[in-house]
């Protein structure tokens, strides 16, 4: 879920138990779109080895205050431009007391002073020490200043006490940083295809196409991101599975017709990214076909229309489907909407140097009624996440006229 590319987040871990919850703190963050680099005080290595966050963040971890392998020696300074955000997660009693005091006896607490990113700060500590007026008053200290203090929970703590102290879950505070999206499509029922399908020639070979169902998976994701209950119809692929509510896997096109056509009528958003073979062989042969003549004549029947059918219905979902081009891109785009009485439709070509099918990347110009917007190339997950953007709009504009 790459939502905030180009985030820097320095993570100071301090030397409390809870630090090996941190590993996967980074993970959590990463999995936001954040680029994370880690300090460790020198205690905090006792706990967790500086090379678990190097291999989770990729970077190399600092614990040194004057480290010479630094430019000019200046680690602290280096740090402190370089983050957007400065997290401190454990951050012990000692830690939020020598922030309260303004100390600088370590690279942690350095860094800390010389950052004018936001401060956020996990406490972690046995219930005891949080519950010590001194550490009362040095919370009401950082707070005063504009720290962001999240945490701390309540619970079983490792010493065998009971109540507060405990660190917050990785994803409670990889959340507090990066919010969740808005969901703007929640409670909203929503039905995808995505994907190629194969029709059988016999037991061995098929009539397929090149889609690798990428783009459609990317958009289910990023659909599901933002609230819809998304079940998706997919078609013979190799990808990992995405985040939705249900996948039903298909393979021909009659199958996907009935997967789709069952679940049609329940849906309030359909959207059609799928490439689904308009013919299939008429009497697909019973065992393997052997090459016994110079020429193999095939009889081909057309598929059913799934977009065309659920848009047809009558009390049809709002309506998204794709058109793959290899010329005429546009015309051909707005011919299908218009003909297939669709409310949106996303065209792309293919058979180029660029984007389409088996590329990582793509570009789309979105046509509606009285209305289109380019799209221009980029890495499909990003794509997706714009395409999605526009679907949410064209569809409340929609829902709004309808009520």
């Given at each position: 879920?790459?939502?905030?590319?180009?985030?820097?987040?320095?993570?100071?871990?301090?030397?409390g138990i809870a630090a090996y919850k941190s590993v996967?703190?980074?993970?959590?963050?990463?999995?936001?779109?954040?680029?994370?680099?880690?300090?460790?005080?020198?205690?905090?290595?006792?706990?967790?080895?500086p090379l678990t966050f190097q291999a989770v963040s990729g970077h190399p971890v600092r614990t040194t205050l004057l480290?010479?392998?630094?430019?000019?020696?200046?680690?602290?300074?280096?740090?402190?431009?370089?983050?957007?955000?400065?997290?401190?997660?454990p951050a012990t009693a000692d830690v939020m007391a020598r922030l309260a005091a303004g100390l600088a006896n370590d690279l942690l607490t350095t860094v800390a002073l010389a950052c004018e990113a936001p401060l956020f700060i996990a406490p972690a500590m046995n219930q005891a020490m949080w519950r010590h007026l001194a550490t009362q008053q040095n919370l009401e200290t950082l707070r005063a200043r504009g720290v962001h203090i999240l945490g701390p929970g309540v619970g079983e703590q490792a010493c065998g006490d009971l109540g507060p102290g405990r660190m917050l879950e990785p994803l409670e505070i990889a959340e507090a940083l990066f919010p969740p999206p808005a969901r703007p499509l929640a409670g909203v029922r929503l039905l995808l295809t995505a994907g190629p399908t194969r029709?059988?020639?016999?037991?061995?070979?098929?009539?397929?196409?090149?889609?690798?169902?990428?783009?459609?998976?990317?958009?289910?994701?990023?659909?599901?991101?933002?609230?819809?209950?998304?079940?998706?119809?997919?078609?013979?692929?190799?990808?990992?599975?995405?985040?939705?509510?249900?996948?039903?896997?298909?393979?021909?096109?009659?199958?996907?017709?009935?997967?789709?056509?069952?679940?049609?009528?329940?849906?309030?958003?359909?959207?059609?990214?799928?490439?689904v073979a308009d013919y299939r062989p008429m009497d697909p042969a019973e065992n393997k076909i052997k090459k016994n003549a110079d020429e193999l004549t095939l009889r081909l029947v057309r598929n059913p229309d799934i977009l065309a059918e659920v848009a047809a219905l009558d009390s049809p979902p709002f309506t998204v489907g794709f058109a793959a081009e290899t010329d005429h891109v546009e015309e051909y785009a707005r011919d299908k909407l218009k003909r297939k009485k669709l409310d949106m439709i996303a065209a792309n070509q293919v058979g180029g140097t660029h984007g389409g099918f088996e590329r990582a990347e793509n570009a789309l110009t979105v046509i509606w009624r009285d209305g289109?917007?380019?799209?221009?190339?980029?890495?499909?997950?990003?794509?997706?996440?714009?395409?999605?953007?526009?679907?949410?709009?064209?569809?409340?504009?929609?829902h709004a006229a309808s009520s």
């Open positions: 879920m790459n939502l905030n590319p180009g985030s820097r987040v320095l993570l100071g871990v301090g030397a996967d703190l980074v993970r959590r963050l990463k999995e936001r779109g954040a680029d994370v680099r880690v300090i460790m005080t020198e205690s905090a290595t006792a706990f967790v080895a480290d010479p392998g630094a430019e000019a020696g200046m680690d602290h300074i280096e740090l402190a431009r370089w983050a957007d955000r400065l997290l401190i997660a029709e059988p020639l016999d037991p061995v070979r098929f009539l397929g196409n090149r889609s690798s169902g990428r783009m459609g998976f990317a958009l289910a994701e990023a659909l599901t991101e933002l609230g819809a209950h998304v079940v998706l119809v997919a078609g013979p692929v190799t990808l990992p599975a995405p985040r939705v509510a249900e996948r039903v896997d298909v393979e021909t096109a009659l199958d996907m017709h009935g997967a789709v056509m069952e679940r049609a009528a329940d849906c309030d958003l359909f959207v059609a990214t799928a490439a289109q917007r380019e799209l221009p190339m980029m890495d499909k997950t990003q794509l997706a996440r714009e395409l999605a953007q526009l679907i949410v709009e064209r569809y409340q504009e929609h």
